[in-house]
């Protein structure tokens, strides 16, 4: 998934991602941004599109490489569409994902 704008994308491994806490496998989510992170954090927030809350939030370290990624394994605490907010240091970008029950 490609963000707006398109700076960042979202790409899922062991599609489809799952609401709650879901193992085996768990959601993986690989954030991939355009401009340089300069060993700066992924922030993310997340929330119900269409909604305000509940919200997720999560900090990710650049301690991953090649290039300017940050593995991930955000939950979501129920199904449906949630809109992502992700900011790092010399961008930001948002996008929606789709959660299904577990």
């Not at 491994?13 to 709650?20: H, K």
């Not at 997340?46 to 305000?52: C, I, Q, T």
């Not at 300017?68 to 948002?94: K, M, T």
Request: aromatic share 10%; charged share 20%.
């Amino acid at each position: 998934m490609v963000a707006e704008p398109p700076t960042a994308a979202a790409f899922i491994f062991g599609y489809p991602l799952r609401a709650g806490h879901p193992d085996n496998p768990s959601n993986k989510t690989l954030w991939v941004v355009r401009t340089p992170r300069d060993g700066a954090p992924l922030q993310i927030e997340a929330h119900p599109a269409g909604g305000s809350l509940p919200v997720v939030r999560e900090t990710r370290a650049a301690d991953s490489g090649p290039g300017e990624i940050y593995p991930d394994g955000l939950d979501v605490p129920f199904a449906g569409c949630w809109h992502f907010s992700l900011r790092w240091q010399n961008g930001q970008a948002e996008l929606d994902l789709r959660y299904v029950v577990k």
